[in-house]
């Protein structure tokens, strides 16, 4: 494959992703998916804004000390000091690229920046140069190119070029954009730009109208050649492209498109499963791809026509996305050492032998109430026990639910307050309502439920349920997951996650909106 056909994929999980509301991720949390990237063969992972917290900066550091067969990338607004933390974090990467930006959209000059076009330029290049110093690696990125003058957008981008930047990315902030509009944008950038071709171009799209797939795609078909997207679509208010959904198109339609990615799409769905059960954002079942339904097929007549010749109804295999992998990875058998190489086999690690033992333990009582164990049971054993250590404050100790034909569910609930015992009762429309209202007894968190669902890990009644909750209180929102072979338990492990989350402040800048 030669270079000019190869597809950059460069994902965005851990810092655009991350940026919805209720996705924010731990340094552990961010490590376990950017070895799953790693694996996934994604040529770029963007692990985050390093300068937005400590703790931003060392889970980018983090990253950055252990993947290495991707280059990692930290983002950066076109200033000295973010430019600096981000070289910082990067130092330790096998290959390290900073992502530097500014807007460029008459509104956002004007508004946001309070600057005129030449300063926007200057700073531009000022930012790129910066950049160099740190690595030869520096991407720049127009926000709100979409909403841009092309005239404006072939100056700064000449400029930059000029500067340094091997990267020229064209985002589509706030999902504005049409596919022909778009696509026909790069085209003309690649054309009109004197030295275009010292650079990739690269897009960035997000779904405010449900286009970010269509218009990265029609990018791609005018010369893109790095595309941005996160796995499950994850990001700001309706998301970014979607990382599986772009890939299997270029994939699947050879005969339309003239690049290839490196990716190992085998990877995809145990991915896809990863960014959920960690973030706490379920997956649609009709979602493609990576949704359960995305290759079953109901209708007699589909599952006939199945049968007859695979190709009647299906475009893609389930398997090449990863599907049908379930394999059952350990039991009730397996020893210490099994168990603890297949959690490094899918990007756990340990920081003390005692976190082995108490995820150890957590395996053998779900072993015996589980004789199959999957690797997704084991992400899902694992995001509980990590959840658990940093659910500081308040713990789980007993819960006792009673629902009987006829009688209203009554909840008797323990819970740890700093060390301290206290006892809850409530009753409920039903025993989850009433395990929340008697958590809420004691904690009286004044938090509002947003969102409450449920989802198995695996097939069969024996299967983990996997809980999602969302709260909300003075407009923050936390999502908490839980994961029980009991389902009324793993939803009030969910809710206690969600609360412990949601009474930590979070003093982490946003790249677009927030002051640092
Ligand atoms: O959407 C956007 O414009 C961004 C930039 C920081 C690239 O996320
Ligand atoms: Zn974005």
């Known amino acids: 494959m030669s270079q000019a056909d190869q597809l950059i994929i460069f994902d965005t999980t851990l810092r655009d992703g991350e940026q919805s509301p209720g996705a924010s991720m731990t340094k ?14 994604v040529d770029v992972i963007e692990a985050g804004f390093p300068i937005a917290s400590p703790g931003d900066f060392e889970a980018v550091s983090a990253v950055a000390n252990v993947v290495k067969d991707s280059t990692i990338c930290g983002l950066a607004r076109a200033l000295d000091k973010d430019i600096d933390r981000a070289g910082e974090a990067l130092k330790h990467a096998n290959s390290s690229r900073i992502h530097t930006f500014i807007a460029t959209s008459p509104i956002h000059m004007q508004h946001k920046l309070r600057m005129n076009p030449d300063q926007v330029v200057e700073q531009a290049i000022h930012a790129v140069k910066r950049a160099r110093k740190y690595t030869d690696n520096v991407e720049f990125s127009a926000e709100d190119a979409g909403r841009s003058e092309i005239e404006f957008l072939c100056r700064i981008f000449e400029a930059v070029i000029e500067a340094g930047a091997r990267t020229l990315n064209v985002p589509d902030t706030v999902g504005y954009a049409m596919p022909h509009q778009f696509g026909e944008m790069i085209r003309q950038m690649r054309e009109r730009i004197p030295n275009s071709d010292k650079a990739v171009f690269s897009v960035h799209c997000h779904n405010d109208l449900g286009l970010a797939v269509a218009n990265s795609l029609s990018a ?15 990001g700001e208010r309706a998301g970014n492209a979607s990382l599986e959904e772009i890939v299997m198109a270029v994939k699947t339609r050879q005969d339309v498109f003239s690049c290839e990615t490196r990716l190992d799409t085998t990877q995809i769905v145990s991915c896809s499963k990863l960014v959920s059960n960690i973030t706490g954002f379920p997956v649609q079942p009709n979602k493609a791809i990576v949704g359960a339904n995305a290759f079953a097929h109901e209708s007699g007549i ?24 379930n394999r059952m990875v ?16 899918l990007g756990i690690s340990f920081e003390s032998e005692e976190e082995v033992n108490a995820a150890f333990t957590r395996f053998k009582d779900l072993a ?33 639910v009673c629902s009987e034909t006829g009688e209203t569910p009554k909840a008797d609930v323990t819970l740890s307050l700093d060390g301290a015992e206290e006892p809850g009762t409530a009753v409920g429309g039903g025993p989850v309502d009433a395990t929340f209202k008697a958590i809420e007894s004691i904690v009286s968190s004044g938090t509002e439920l947003q969102l409450y669902s449920v989802n198995n890990i695996t097939s069969g009644t024996d299967a983990q349920g996997e809980v999602t909750v969302r709260l909300e209180m003075d407009g923050r929102i936390a999502n908490g997951q839980g994961a029980d072979t009991d389902i009324v338990i793993a939803s009030a492990k969910a809710y206690i996650n969600a609360v412990n989350k949601i009474m930590i402040p979070i003093t982490k800048a946003h790249p677009q909106t927030g002051d640092v």
């Open 368 to 400: 015996d109430k589980k004789h199959e164990i999957f690797d997704e049971d084991l992400q899902a054993l694992m995001t509980d026990t990590k959840t658990e250590s940093f659910n500081e404050r308040i713990k789980l100790v007993s819960l006792k």
């Open 330 to 345: 350990l039991g009730k058998h397996s020893g210490r050492n099994a168990f603890r190489t297949r959690l490094e086999s």
């Open 220 to 234: 791609v078909s005018n010369g893109a050649r790095q595309v941005e997207c996160t796995i499950n679509g994850l």
């Open 302 to 325: 589909h599952q006939d026509g199945v049968l007859k010749s695979r190709e009647t109804y299906e475009i893609m295999l389930a398997e090449d996305v990863g599907w049908s992998q």
């Open 28 to 41: 552990d949390e961010k490590v376990r998916i950017g070895k799953a990237l790693e694996k996934l063969q």
